[in-house]
């Protein structure tokens, strides 16, 4: 631990931090644009200048290890003032369309204006990058919107290691390309998107979530990604039931990043083909009489051929007829036959409680350990 | 895992091992990554030319079926060149002498005669993981630095083989000797493929152990569950008498519904007829049963053949935990509601269980009002779940083991000791592949995921995004085989086993050695699993071996040519 002064209080850093680090730790607010906490310091976008005593000029605080007996001032007249500046010139290269924009409400440009009373440059207006990049399923670039803080680039190459995009050009000419600005697909991007998790502005947003609502429009769920082993937090937003976007949020297996599924692969809950009724096998609906139509020859096709229509292969019944059937049949095959005639399988993509209660079903009523689940293949 | 997702990125050397990792797991492969970054040496050991090799120090390609021999290699030269943590080895561990009696036929020279990598890689691999070498550490000629903390990541490539058990207490023995095991950063890792893998197993889903790993053929145990789940305690004793007998396995529960021993099957959301081996097979055993429930999201390829079919609730509209591959239970929270009349899995099973206990006279106790009253049950129940409720989930997971409501959870496992005491080495030897190829199937298949799918595909390929990136069946082929073949990149070609044959996009490249095909089992119209075989199952878990079966490649005639798909009777 080190302890310096920030702003004339005595605080304390752990080793390796940063001024900023120590200053956020202690609950001092210092503007940035370019940091994020999970990436290395770039120190680009000098918002984040702070004053430290013995040392002519403002220094960032993001690449700035605290040392012993430092002291640091973090708002001043001068900073303010150099701020204000950065500010100004940022937006003088930025459109000022929050009033459709995507990312009104949760834009960290928008906010820091707002923070500073910016309602339009001073400068010359003269948007530099005027590229729309969407080529792709996942998420569209809007180069007007980029700053160049270079967050997505640092993402891409130190977190998710595929380093597929880079700053290209240079000054006014810069922009955020792919290798030959190739389109994304033909480069090592994986459509992770956590280029958009970490964009402070609408430069990158996912296809999905255009139109879909204004931020303040939306509710957000913290719940788990359903698909693989690692357990990713997310945070769902949802617009009247619809999904909206999903986002990484400071879960303990994940951090704020996740992978493409995780991300843009949830559009199956409310997809069309979603089971609403309970279904019955059309020969079996028709031997019960509960319809006339004798069973289709589909039934005898294999389901690794053409699927079926809607309705082809089962009739929707009620619940009570559905759960009627199912224990009648089960409780024949075991008076018959005996408990282990029966078998049951399980759900790696079920709850724990959902898992608990089947294998309750199977060894308390049935009364047979044929109870197993994907697991072992 | 015995360790947590969160500590790789301070691990200093990494052996990841069957598992590409940057597909199936990838946010465990961020942790990879940044711990390269920070100066971890990564060491993979796959035939495959995984996404991760780009952040590797070393690529060991052994020949398909032959890396066991690899790491029995390792072993020996962890042993004869004194690389091998003797205090640990001494304090924790035992059967030690039979072990390295039984390397000594196995120099890292006969190793590489047997799987094909260079007995300079096996010995530098087996160095760099023995002694958890950073890079600057493995390269600089400084004084020889503290053992650091190594790691092993495996995945499928080692577990889904008929020897699957062999080679997973052969990594322990690696991780053993060398005391890379009950500390931070270390470990034997399996990343587990399903979002509740390792609660279903935690929740008793498996033939031989209640919830919590209590075994079935226990009776105090049996007599503990009898009593909580009747519906009148003081008759449970009388009344509820629990099944003695293990169960059958997923397989053999198969076969004996093929065969007529099992004859109703009850299946709660999972689609065998994509994802499990030889689905030929699948489809007999599925249209042998009397009676097939099916309870599922959406109309499977396993659905489509049962006789009745219960619409359930996804993970989006109910509550619940799921436990991830690090034993972490998490709370999961509905922001939809269901679609129609769907219903959340465990209280259709507790509809069914009430009218089912009727008929069969051994009514249970189902009233409960959610599913945090489930858990509490199993709190009850397990000790080692016994300090988890919904309510302490709301605010961060825990980790299992976690006895009691005071208890942080468990971040790693092993610390002071093993669960059985010392932890054993097991002399263990290579088998062949159960089926080896020939003349007529001279190609090794193996099958796998990918990045953009899941499964059987009817969540992914139900999402557009994923499904717009990879919208059909490929088969991963080397140049030399497609030329042998005559088949050319991009165009459709035949694959075939004994037991079947697809029709794939042939994608010709370097990610697999000659004389291997790589076939994901996600696309239903081309079925990977109508090729694998069922049998030679591993002894121990019983799990087939999906990662290796006897193939031959085809160019297809041009009247077949076109869409992929596939057929159930191998052509001539």
Same mark, same amino acid.
């Given at each position: 631990?080190?302890?310096?002064?920030?702003?004339?209080?005595?605080?304390?850093?752990?080793?390796?931090?940063?001024?900023?680090?120590?200053?956020?730790?202690?609950?001092?607010?210092?503007?940035?644009?370019?940091?994020?906490?999970?990436?290395?310091?770039?120190?680009?976008?000098?918002?984040?200048?702070?004053?430290?005593?013995?040392?002519?000029?403002?220094?960032?605080?993001?690449?700035?290890?605290?040392?012993?007996?430092?002291?640091?001032?973090?708002?001043?007249?001068?900073?303010?003032?150099?701020?204000?500046?950065?500010?100004? +010139?940022?937006?003088?290269?930025?459109? +000022?369309?929050?009033?459709?924009?995507?990312?009104?409400?949760?834009?960290?440009?928008?906010?820091?204006?707002?923070?500073?009373?910016?309602?339009?440059?001073?400068?010359?207006?003269?948007?530099?990058?005027?590229?729309?990049?969407?080529?792709?399923?996942?998420?569209?670039?809007?180069?007007?919107?980029?700053?160049?803080?270079?967050?997505?680039?640092?993402?891409?190459?130190?977190? %998710?290691?595929?380093?597929?995009?880079?700053?290209?050009?240079?000054?006014?000419?810069?922009?955020?390309?792919?290798?030959?600005?190739?389109?994304?697909?033909?480069?090592?991007?994986?459509?992770?998107?956590?280029? %958009?998790?970490?964009?402070?502005?609408?430069?990158?947003?996912?296809?999905?979530?255009?139109?879909?609502?204004?931020?303040?429009?939306?509710?957000?769920?913290?719940?788990?990604?359903?698909?693989?082993?690692?357990?990713?937090?997310?945070?769902?937003?949802?617009?009247?039931?619809?999904?909206?976007?999903?986002?990484?949020?400071?879960?303990?297996?994940?951090?704020?990043?996740?992978?493409?599924?995780?991300?843009?692969?949830?559009?199956?809950?409310?997809?069309?083909?979603? +089971?609403?009724?309970?279904?019955?096998?059309?020969?079996?609906?028709?031997?019960?009489?509960?319809?006339?139509?004798?069973?289709?020859?589909? +039934?005898?096709?294999?389901?690794?051929?053409?699927?079926?229509?809607?309705?082809?292969?089962?009739?929707?019944?009620?619940?009570?007829?559905?759960?009627?059937?199912?224990?009648?049949?089960?409780?024949?095959?075991?008076?018959?036959?005996?408990?282990?005639?029966?078998?049951?399988?399980?759900?790696?993509?079920?709850?724990?409680?959902?898992?608990?209660?089947?294998?309750?079903? %199977?060894?308390?009523?049935?009364?047979?350990?044929?109870?197993?689940?994907?697991?072992?293949? | 895992? &015995?360790?947590?997702?969160?500590?790789?990125?301070?691990?200093?050397?990494?052996?990841?091992?069957?598992?590409?990792?940057?597909?199936?797991? #990838?946010?465990?492969?961020?942790?990879?990554?940044?711990?390269? @970054? @920070?100066?971890?040496?990564?060491?993979?050991?796959?035939?495959?030319?995984?996404?991760?090799?780009?952040?590797?120090?070393?690529?060991?390609?052994?020949?398909?079926?032959?890396?066991?021999?690899?790491?029995?290699?390792?072993?020996?030269?962890?042993?004869?060149?004194?690389?091998?943590?003797?205090?640990?080895?001494?304090?924790?561990?035992?059967?030690?002498?039979?072990?390295?009696?039984?390397?000594?036929?196995?120099?890292?020279?006969?190793?590489?005669?047997?799987?094909?990598?260079?007995?300079?890689?096996?010995?530098?691999?087996?160095?760099?993981?023995?002694?958890?070498?950073?890079?600057?550490?493995?390269?600089?000629?400084?004084?020889? #630095?503290?053992?650091?903390?190594?790691?092993?990541?495996?995945?499928?490539?080692?577990?889904? @083989?008929?020897?699957?058990?062999?080679?997973?207490?052969?990594?322990?023995?690696?991780?053993?000797?060398?005391?890379?095991?009950?500390?931070?950063?270390?470990?034997?890792?399996?990343?587990?493929?399903?979002?509740?893998?390792?609660?279903?197993?935690?929740?008793?889903?498996?033939?031989?152990?209640?919830?919590?790993?209590?075994?079935?053929?226990?009776?105090?145990?049996?007599?503990?569950?009898?009593?909580?789940?009747?519906?009148?305690?003081?008759?449970?004793?009388?009344?509820?008498?629990?099944?003695?007998?293990?169960?059958?396995?997923?397989?053999?529960?198969?076969?004996?519904?093929?065969?007529?021993?099992?004859?109703?099957?009850?299946?709660?959301?999972?689609?065998?007829?994509?994802?499990?081996?030889?689905?030929?097979?699948?489809?007999?055993?599925?249209?042998?049963?009397?009676?097939?429930?099916?309870?599922?999201?959406?109309?499977?390829?396993?659905?489509?053949?049962?006789?009745?079919?219960?619409?359930?609730?996804?993970?989006?509209?109910?509550?619940? &935990?799921?436990?991830?591959?690090?034993?972490?239970?998490?709370?999961?929270?509905?922001?939809?509601?269901?679609?129609?009349?769907?219903?959340?899995?465990?209280?259709?099973?507790?509809?069914?269980?009430?009218?089912?206990?009727?008929?069969?006279?051994?009514?249970?106790?189902?009233?409960?009002?959610?599913?945090?009253?489930?858990?509490?049950?199993?709190?009850?129940?397990?000790?080692?779940?016994?300090?988890?409720?919904?309510?302490?989930?709301?605010?961060?997971?825990?980790?299992?083991?976690?006895?009691?409501?005071?208890?942080?959870?468990?971040?790693?496992?092993?610390?002071?000791?093993?669960?059985?005491?010392?932890?054993?080495?097991?002399?263990?030897?290579?088998? #062949?592949?159960?089926?080896?190829?020939?003349?007529?199937?001279?190609?090794?298949?193996?099958?796998?995921?990918?990045?953009?799918?899941?499964?059987?595909?009817?969540?992914? @390929?139900?999402?557009?995004?994923?499904?717009?990136?990879?919208?059909?069946?490929?088969?991963?082929?080397?140049?030399?085989?497609?030329?042998?073949?005559?088949?050319?990149?991009?165009?459709?070609?035949?694959?075939?086993?004994?037991?079947?044959?697809?029709?794939?996009?042939?994608?010709?490249?370097?990610?697999?050695?000659?004389?291997?095909?790589?076939?994901?089992?996600?696309?239903?119209?081309?079925?990977?699993?109508?090729?694998?075989?069922?049998?030679?199952?591993?002894?121990?878990?019983?799990?087939?071996?999906?990662?290796?079966?006897?193939?031959?490649?085809?160019?297809?005639?041009?009247?077949?040519?076109?869409?992929?798909?596939?057929?159930?009777?191998?052509?001539?």
């Amino acid at each position: 631990m080190v302890a310096l002064t920030i702003d004339g209080r005595k605080v304390e850093a752990g080793a390796g931090s940063t001024v900023l680090d120590a200053a956020l730790a202690a609950g001092i607010e210092i503007p940035r644009l370019c940091h994020h906490p999970e990436l290395t310091a770039w120190g680009g976008c000098r918002l984040c200048l702070v004053e430290v005593e013995g040392q002519q000029a403002p220094v960032p605080s993001c690449g700035l290890a605290a040392a012993a007996g430092m002291v640091v001032i973090t708002h001043s007249e001068q900073l303010e003032a150099h701020r204000r500046e950065v500010l100004d +010139l940022l937006l003088s290269d930025h459109p +000022l369309n929050c009033v459709i924009c995507e990312k009104a409400g949760a834009c960290d440009l928008q906010r820091y204006a707002y923070e500073f009373g910016l309602s339009e440059s001073s400068h010359e207006k003269e948007i530099a990058r005027k590229l729309y990049q969407d080529e792709n399923a996942f998420l569209v670039r809007d180069h007007q919107y980029c700053i160049l803080c270079t967050r997505c680039v640092r993402v891409c190459e130190e977190i %998710v290691g595929a380093s597929a995009i880079e700053v290209a050009q240079r000054g006014f000419e810069a922009f955020v390309a792919t290798p030959f600005d190739a389109p994304l697909v033909e480069t090592p991007c994986t459509f992770c998107g956590n280029c %958009v998790q970490v964009c402070p502005t609408a430069a990158l947003v996912p296809v999905d979530r255009i139109g879909k609502g204004r931020e303040w429009d939306l509710t957000r769920t913290r719940t788990v990604c359903p698909y693989c082993g690692t357990g990713c937090g997310i945070e769902v937003a949802t617009r009247g039931g619809e999904i909206v976007s999903v986002s990484g949020y400071g879960a303990p297996a994940n951090g704020e990043f996740l992978c493409t599924k995780g991300r843009f692969g949830l559009g199956f809950v409310g997809h069309p083909d979603r +089971l609403r009724r309970p279904l019955i096998r059309r020969d079996l609906a028709y031997s019960l009489g509960l319809i006339d139509t004798p069973p289709p020859a589909a +039934l005898g096709r294999s389901p690794l051929g053409r699927s079926p229509a809607a309705g082809e292969t089962h009739v929707e019944v009620d619940w009570e007829i559905a759960l009627d059937l199912v224990a009648d049949r089960l409780a024949a095959v075991v008076k018959e036959s005996g408990p282990d005639a029966f078998a049951g399988i399980g759900s790696a993509l079920c709850t724990n409680e959902d898992n608990y209660i089947f294998q309750k079903l %199977v060894r308390g009523v049935i009364g047979t350990n044929n109870v197993d689940l994907c697991a072992r293949v | 895992m &015995t360790n947590s997702i969160r500590e790789i990125r301070d691990t200093d050397c990494i052996l990841v091992i069957g598992s590409n990792t940057g597909e199936a797991h #990838p946010v465990i492969s961020y942790e990879v990554v940044r711990a390269t @970054r @920070r100066g971890a040496t990564l060491i993979v050991i796959d035939p495959r030319k995984i996404s991760l090799t780009r952040h590797a120090a070393l690529h060991l390609r052994p020949a398909p079926g032959t890396d066991h021999a690899l790491y029995l290699g390792m072993l020996n030269a962890i042993v004869t060149r004194g690389w091998l943590d003797r205090e640990f080895v001494g304090g924790r561990t035992e059967g030690f002498e039979a072990l390295a009696a039984h390397l000594e036929a196995w120099a890292p020279e006969v190793a590489a005669a047997a799987c094909g990598v260079p007995a300079e890689q096996i010995v530098e691999a087996a160095r760099l993981y023995a002694l958890g070498l950073r890079r600057t550490a493995a390269e600089g000629g400084e004084s020889a #630095p503290p053992r650091g903390a190594s790691t092993i990541l495996y995945g499928m490539g080692i577990t889904e @083989r008929s020897n699957g058990t062999e080679l997973v207490k052969t990594l322990a023995n690696l991780a053993m000797v060398t005391g890379q095991i009950g500390r931070p950063s270390t470990g034997v890792n399996p990343l587990r493929g399903q979002v509740n893998v390792q609660g279903g197993c935690d929740m008793g889903c498996l033939p031989n152990v209640y919830p919590g790993y209590q075994q079935v053929a226990d009776p105090a145990v049996r007599a503990k569950f009898a009593r909580a789940w009747a519906q009148r305690q003081s008759q449970a004793g009388r009344e509820l008498t629990m099944p003695e007998a293990p169960g059958l396995t997923f397989i053999e529960m198969i076969r004996a519904a093929a065969d007529g021993r099992i004859r109703a099957m009850y299946i709660m959301g999972q689609n065998l007829m994509m994802t499990n081996p030889d689905a030929t097979l699948m489809e007999r055993a599925m249209r042998s049963l009397e009676f097939l429930v099916v309870q599922e999201i959406f109309l499977t390829e396993t659905a489509q053949l049962a006789h009745v079919v219960l619409p359930a609730a996804s993970f989006a509209e109910k509550s619940g &935990t799921f436990t991830n591959t690090e034993r972490r239970m998490q709370l999961i929270r509905p922001f939809a509601r269901p679609p129609g009349e769907a219903r959340p899995d465990w209280a259709i099973l507790c509809e069914v269980g009430r009218r089912l206990g009727r008929r069969l006279r051994r009514p249970l106790r189902w009233a409960y009002g959610s599913a945090a009253e489930v858990m509490r049950e199993v709190a009850a129940l397990c000790s080692i779940f016994g300090g988890i409720t919904h309510e302490r989930l709301e605010t961060v997971g825990l980790q299992w083991p976690c006895p009691s409501p005071e208890h942080p959870g468990t971040l790693f496992l092993h610390a002071e000791q093993f669960s059985r005491g010392r932890g054993r080495f097991h002399a263990t030897s290579p088998a #062949p592949p159960f089926e080896p190829t020939d003349d007529a199937y001279p190609l090794v298949l193996s099958t796998g995921r990918i990045l953009y799918h899941y499964n059987g595909g009817p969540m992914t @390929r139900r999402a557009a995004p994923l499904d717009w990136r990879e919208p059909r069946a490929y088969a991963e082929i080397h140049p030399d085989d497609a030329a042998r073949a005559g088949v050319r990149d991009g165009q459709a070609c035949l694959v075939s086993s004994r037991r079947g044959s697809i029709r794939v996009q042939a994608r010709v490249g370097g990610v697999v050695p000659p004389g291997m095909i790589y076939v994901p089992f996600h696309f239903r119209e081309a079925a990977a699993n109508l090729l694998t075989h069922a049998d030679g199952l591993d002894a121990g878990a019983k799990t087939p071996e999906f990662k290796f079966a006897a193939v031959r490649l085809e160019r297809l005639r041009a009247e077949r040519s076109g869409a992929a798909g596939g057929s159930h009777p191998p052509p001539e």
